[in-house]
């Protein structure tokens, strides 16, 4: 699986953004899809996932209430929308695949995008 991700960009404070990742693979169906992001001078952090068939999400304490995950299996994307956003938001954002062999939530992903930046000015 190939992940792209894109939408990023700079901000105010208080607005809100869509993050999309598309995929290319013939089993992307299968994959529990999740979104990351590392900060700088910081660690990466665990923002949201979804699972396969996008029945269930689940989201990192500090974004969650702001962000809402979504995928399109037809169209081989996984979204992540952020909302009242904060300069403590900027970061740069990866979206991430795990096979269905990783459990739920995944304990590890298996492939990763190369990350788009999010700048939140106050």
């Known amino acids: 699986v190939q992940l792209q991700a894109s939408g990023g960009g700079s901000v105010q404070a208080g607005g809100s953004l869509t993050l999309s990742c598309a995929a290319s693979g013939r089993t992307f169906s299968s994959y529990a899809l999740g979104w990351f992001r590392r900060a700088p001078g910081k660690e990466r952090e665990f923002v949201a996932a979804?699972?396969?068939?996008?029945?269930?999400?689940t989201y990192g304490d500090s974004v969650k209430g702001r962000v809402t995950i979504s995928r399109d299996d037809a169209k081989q994307t996984v979204d992540l929308q952020v909302n009242s956003l904060k300069p403590e938001d900027t970061a740069v954002y990866y979206c991430a695949a795990a096979q269905i062999t990783k459990g739920w939530p995944p304990f590890e992903y298996d492939y990763w995008g190369q990350g788009t930046l999010v700048t939140v000015s106050s």
């Open positions: 979804v699972s396969w068939g996008g029945h269930t999400t």
